[in-house]
């Protein structure tokens, strides 16, 4: 299934804009009247575009709203993760229409069939494409994974077993930091056109993108992707990159102790007591990890992604400690905002990345991939 400019031009507009008929459709794009009938109704054939009823007429023609078709297609979510996979379904109007099911897989070399396996039990009909999150680094031109955490014992691991496995239903293929980014970009349609770095973090995992004009950027490692592994000269754990002092093995339980528990980890990191010397000092390289990125990369925003800024305590620390340490006219001039959302495993972002991929152009595309195990275009 292909959708051109002028198609993904509508869907954007109904996502944005809610019910729209096809006189204001007419209005938003610019397409002649014409041309929006001709490409309603290619939409309304593929399911992705429904009819409401009439508006009430006051003289001439009755105006029909359309709205993106939330029953119709859906999109699949992937999420490949350390020792765990996940699976969602998410509908065109960004409902959970399946809730999230993962299976525990303790061999890495296993991660992407059992992947495949589930999602292949999951993709009907109605789904209209997949979409699939990875922690790590990928090639954007082939979609292999070069180097992750959730296998870092082989190199440059293909998804060629993903891509067979799904037929001939479309497939995306980003980190789990582009998904997240797919997601902001759909969902906060006013600052598109801000240069946004988006910084997410979890227990052992970190990770930022530079998202520049609704699109994310593959460019450079302090700025986007591998923040995570941004070292600081302090021990820690040894980070499956092979060094030590990565931010994301400092952001972590073993840094507080070998024996700290999931539990233990949030409360010490929402609490930061004054006599808790190693969350202190956690969170300041915390803060100095993220004002760094700031400085290097100079974004208009600042979207701090993670379900510890749900704790307004933490939150106002992390974000007056950044604007604290970064350089002075751009403390003035970042806009630093907190996003309350699990970013880490979640297929439920994953489905946001191909959402975001069908409202937007050229937001992940694998051409020689996806040609050489799919039978159609993806929806690009």
């Known amino acids: ?58 003289g001439g023609r009755p105006q029909i709203p359309l709205i993106l078709d939330p029953s119709s297609r859906r999109i699949l979510g992937i999420s490949i993760e350390p020792g765990r996979v996940e699976i969602a379904e998410l509908g065109l109007n960004g409902d959970l229409t399946v809730a999230p099911i993962s299976k ?125 592994h941004t070292r600081f000269p302090v021990q820690t754990p040894m980070c499956y990159c092979g060094q030590s002092g990565c931010m994301e093995r400092i952001f972590s339980r073993e840094f507080l102790g070998a024996d700290v528990a999931p539990a233990e980890f949030t409360n010490r990191v929402q609490a930061a007591a004054a006599d808790d010397g190693k969350s202190i000092e956690m969170i300041k390289l915390l803060i100095m990890a993220c004002a760094n990125a700031v400085n290097f990369v100079r974004p208009s925003r600042l979207v701090l992604a993670s ?38 495993g979640s297929a439920e972002t994953a489905a946001w990345l191909g959402l975001a991929s069908l409202l937007f152009e050229s937001w992940e595309s694998y051409p020689s991939t996806v040609a050489a195990g799919a039978q159609h275009a993806p929806v690009m």
């Not at 992750?148 to 980190?175: E, M, R």
Request: proline fraction near 4%.
């Open 1 to 58: 299934m292909m959708i051109d400019t002028s198609q993904r031009a509508i869907l954007r507009s109904l996502w944005f804009h809610g019910a729209l008929s096809r006189s204001e459709l007419h209005d938003l794009t610019g397409m002649t009247p014409n041309a929006v009938g001709n490409e309603v109704l290619q939409l309304q054939r593929l399911g992705l575009v429904k009819e409401l009823g009439p508006k009430p007429s006051t």
């Open 104 to 228: 525990m897989v303790e061999a890495e070399g296993r991660l992407l069939p059992t992947a495949t396996r589930l999602a292949r039990s999951y993709c009907v009909r109605r789904t209209l494409m997949a979409a699939a999150s990875i922690t790590g680094l990928i090639d954007h031109l082939t979609g292999s994974i070069l180097l992750s955490s959730s296998a870092p014992h082989q190199n440059q691991l293909s998804t060629s077993v993903l891509l067979k496995g799904l037929d001939d239903v479309p497939l995306i293929i980003g980190n789990d930091l582009h998904a997240a980014a797919g997601r902001w970009a759909v969902t906060h349609r006013s600052q598109l056109q801000e240069d946004t770095l988006l910084i997410a973090f979890d227990d052992g995992r970190m990770g930022a993108v530079m998202v520049i004009n609704g699109r994310p950027n593959h460019g450079c490692i302090i700025g986007a992707n591998e923040l995570g």
């Open 307 to 344: 379900r510890f800024m749900a704790s307004n305590s933490f939150s106002q620390r992390l974000t007056n400690g950044i604007r604290e340490s970064v350089l002075p006219h751009l403390a003035e001039r970042v806009q630093i905002d907190s996003w309350d959302i699990k970013v880490a």
